[in-house]
């Protein structure tokens, strides 16, 4: 089979070399020639575990393509899957520019019974949307399918070789049989449906784990001020075989490029027909928004403000495994810290610089290359984003004059063990301890 995938994120390079494994013909295509040309050297231009191997062996193998022309890889194609940015607008709702810009110059080359999918999370309805744009251009007889994906950055070459399941939204069976025939490799269960439920389950879901994520903070909060531990009460609530234990520990709220994105984009579709009071999503939204404040400003008031104070920062991104920074909480806590007078130190394992001018410009901060400098002379640690490196990091092994403050900010560290390090431990939601 000929496939093509318009779009070179994360989504788009780990689906091309995914599909490129199975034995097909695959052109990745993007209209960024800097981007393109790295990627048929092999190199990823983003950090993704697992992805430049499988890339590579797709190269070599000569099943897998890159290039800036729709042409080549449009022509003779059986598929084409769109997985260009779906971002938001000032008022939440989500920009189809990219999907429209490269809809129509994909258009002209479109041959007849071709199947226009898309994987770009779009809402319901944005298949008729499609239909015209491509109708305009192109006079064949065509199929159209909504595709989307459940891969998590981090780990996006298993989510996609091992989903749980693969959403197949179609309007005929033709369609139906060639999506299935490309992803019978995965022997993962097919979930055939419309192409809006196809659509709005990828909001749903994304959006109840969010819910999930705030839901926990939110508890972990309530433990503050009821002296509760929030690891023993989501112990014991998922232990509930209705709950389950997965994908809740308490953090700074959700971040990253979806997330945040895909509450707010059902939060301002469901404004339609929803009231204010109604708007589940925009409440979620709100909670996750004020919970970076929430739990900062406890820990400023146990330090008695920032203010002339050295903390240390560790870890940049938004999540470990990735050196993706959208939507990462350093970018809304180190300006806090500064503009409250701290000196601010940093280390991430991956990130090289913070995705901020403003922020790496500032005569009080200074990114270090490993957590021993970072944290040398600090008054304060956050160890604010899990990465194994720093949550197996030997604290002990950090000699100050004067006791620090460790922050575990996601609940990894074992407090017994930070204390006995010579720290004092401040964790998220663990009053008791
Ligand atoms: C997410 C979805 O999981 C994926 O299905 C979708 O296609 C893209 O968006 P991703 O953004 O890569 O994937 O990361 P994920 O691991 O889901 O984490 C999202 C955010 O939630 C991160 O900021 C993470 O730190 C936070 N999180 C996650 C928590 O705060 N607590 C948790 O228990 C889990």
Redesign the pocket.
């Known amino acids: 089979m000929k496939l093509v995938i318009i779009g070179t994120g994360f989504v788009g390079v780990t689906s091309s070399a995914v599909y490129a494994s199975f034995g097909h013909q695959v052109y990745g295509v993007d209209v960024d020639e800097g981007k393109i040309a790295s990627l048929s050297r092999g190199e990823v231009p983003f950090y993704e575990p697992k992805l430049a191997p499988l890339l590579q062996s797709g190269l070599s193998s000569g099943n897998l393509h890159f290039t800036t022309s729709y042409r080549e890889a449009i022509e003779g194609a059986h598929i084409v899957i769109f997985a260009v940015g779906t971002p938001s607008r000032e008022d939440g709702s989500i920009d189809l520019q990219y999907l429209e810009t490269s809809l129509k110059q994909a258009a002209d080359y479109l041959q007849p019974q071709t199947i226009v999918a898309i994987k770009s999370t779009v809402l319901p309805g944005t298949l008729d949307l499609v239909k015209k744009i491509v109708s305009e251009r192109c006079p064949h007889q065509l199929h159209y399918a909504s595709l989307p994906?459940?891969?998590?950055?981090?780990s996006a070459v298993d989510d996609t070789l091992y989903p749980d399941r693969v959403v197949i939204g179609v309007e005929d069976d033709f369609t139906y049989r060639l999506l299935e025939q490309l992803h019978a490799p995965l022997k993962a269960p097919l979930l055939r449906v419309s192409p809006a439920s196809a659509q709005l389950a990828k909001y749903a879901?994304?959006d109840y784990?969010a819910l999930r994520?705030v839901y926990?903070n939110v508890i972990s909060e309530i433990c503050h001020h009821a002296g509760a531990d929030i690891d023993e009460v989501l112990a014991i609530m998922g232990s509930e075989k209705r709950i389950g234990s997965h994908?809740?520990?308490p953090?700074l709220?959700?971040?990253?490029?979806?997330?945040p994105k895909d509450v707010k984009a059902l939060a301002a579709y469901t404004k339609q027909f929803l009231s204010d009071s109604e708007n589940l999503f925009a409440f979620i939204n709100g909670l996750n928004n004020k919970r970076p404040l929430q739990v900062l400003n406890k820990l400023e008031q146990t330090m008695g403000g920032f203010h002339g104070k050295k903390i240390a920062v560790l870890g940049l991104s938004?999540?470990p495994n990735t050196d993706d920074q959208r939507e990462a909480p350093a970018l809304f806590i180190i300006p806090y810290l500064l503009e409250h007078g701290a000196v601010v130190t940093s280390y991430d394992p991956m990130v090289k610089a913070i995705a901020s001018e403003t922020i790496g410009s500032q005569p009080n901060y200074r990114q270090l290359p490993s957590i021993a400098e970072a944290v040398a002379g600090a008054d304060a640690i956050i160890a604010l984003i899990e990465w194994q490196e720093i949550i197996s990091f030997d604290f002990s092994s950090v000699k100050e004059a004067k006791k620090q403050y460790l922050f575990d900010v996601r609940n990894q560290l074992i407090p017994e063990k930070i204390k006995l390090a010579g720290f004092y431990y401040l964790g998220n939601g663990r009053y008791s301890k």
């Not at 994906?149 to 981090?154: A, D, N, V």
């Not at 709220?253 to 997330?259: A, D, I, T, V």
């Open positions: 994906e459940f891969l998590k950055e981090g879901s994304n784990l994520i926990a994908y809740w520990y953090g709220g959700y971040g990253g490029s979806c997330f938004f999540k």
